[in-house]
């Protein structure tokens, strides 16, 4: 096989060695099944337990209470920019949405389409480095809902807290931070995560909504726009895409067994990233980072070069060291380590490694 490189990407993205293993050893014939996740049909035996493990897995990582649906859905992330508003904005009501970054930019366009949105917050004056204090949100207390980003994979800013909405349900685009930390799911009202980030390849996305938030669906929507559709039809409203879902669960298999849940992962998560923000805070302005200090994502780590001649250097000598696609989104630039779940730290400890020497060369 092929060497593995140290892969950077801000997603799809890295899986954990230990299931692509997995995977591989059983994709021609699953043990006691003897056909391939990829020819299975989502109405038999094997797949309802795949998806029983997957929804009970994630129930237990994220401790989530009695009165919440795991839904599986598709469209990625960006449906859920559309169905949102649709399902949970009713008429004449208006939204509350903090854009902290491109993702939640997209999220209000996409939503303004369906309904009134009112921008609480914005930090694009300075290109999205930043989050609001909890001083600087005045949310309108007849709000349907409340909606933020908690990670911005193109700027790299994350919410390690939740925004305090007040009793509006809180909902949250967790796409490219879902899992990498233990979350009060007692404070949303509906989160949702693509699955190509932090818990799988992609295909599938995970929404986990509150029960009385249903009731917000009406049967005019397309039904597989529905929430509670997905929600009687425990997802099985069409075929799912079942190797994603299986996937996702050796994935969350993984976080349960190998890691030891997501205490664990934050942990691992906050001493991954620090190792690199420590190299920018000590480069004496070499490195730039792009989020302030505070608001520092743990995912994507994000920072620039003294010019693009420098940039272009670093990442070719960081390729010939095995890790790859470190460049950031053009509306940044610069450079952006996405360091999920499953990278592993000999992978930041080498990016590290070559931060340092390039700085002493440069
Ligand atoms: N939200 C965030 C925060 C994302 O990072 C992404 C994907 N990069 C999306 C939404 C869109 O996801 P998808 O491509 O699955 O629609």
């Given at each position: ?269 906050k001493s991954k990233a620090k190792l690199l923000y420590d190299v920018i805070d000590g480069s004496g302005g070499f490195y730039q980072g792009h989020a302030q200090p505070a608001n520092r994502s743990l995912m994507n780590v994000t920072f620039k070069l003294p010019d693009d001649e420098t940039q272009k250097k670093f990442i070719k000598g960081a390729e010939a060291r095995g890790l790859h696609y470190l460049p950031g989104h053009r509306s940044v630039g610069g450079i952006r380590a996405s360091i999920y779940n499953a990278m592993p730290v000999e992978g930041v400890e080498a990016l590290r490694d070559w931060m340092l ?6």
């Open positions: 096989m092929e060497k593995r490189v140290y892969n950077f990407s801000p997603g799809p993205a890295v899986l954990p060695l230990s299931v692509l293993e997995e995977v591989q050893r059983d994709l021609i014939s699953l043990p006691g099944v003897g056909v391939s996740a990829l020819e299975i049909s989502h109405r038999c035996p094997w797949f309802d337990k795949v998806l029983e493990e997957t929804e009970a897995n994630l129930r237990k990582l994220l401790n989530v209470p009695a009165g919440f649906k795991v839904l599986f859905m598709q469209g990625g992330s960006r449906l859920q920019f559309a169905m949102v508003p649709m399902n949970l904005l009713g008429a004449g009501q208006s939204a509350d949405y903090l854009v902290t970054g491109a993702w939640s930019k997209m999220g209000l366009d996409e939503a303004k389409k369906f309904g009134t949105v009112r921008t609480v917050y914005d930090s694009k004056a300075t290109n999205y480095d930043r989050l609001p204090t909890a001083a600087e949100l005045k949310f309108d207390t007849a709000a349907a809902y409340a909606y933020y980003t908690s990670n911005e994979t193109i700027q790299g800013v994350q919410f390690l807290d939740e925004p305090a909405a007040g009793g509006l349900p809180l909902v949250c685009d967790a796409s490219s931070d879902f899992l990498c930390r233990p979350l009060p799911m007692e404070r949303y009202g509906l989160i949702y995560a693509c699955a190509q980030k932090n818990s799988g390849p992609a295909g599938v996305t995970t929404v986990i909504i509150r029960d009385d938030l249903l009731a917000r669906s009406t049967d005019m929507l397309p039904t597989m726009m529905n929430y509670a559709a997905y929600a009687k039809e425990k997802s099985l409203v069409n075929t799912p895409p079942v190797f994603s879902i299986y996937v996702m669960m050796l994935v969350t298999r993984w976080l349960l067994n190998d890691i030891g849940g997501l205490e664990k992962m934050y942990e691992r998560n020497e390039f700085r002493k060369q440069g």
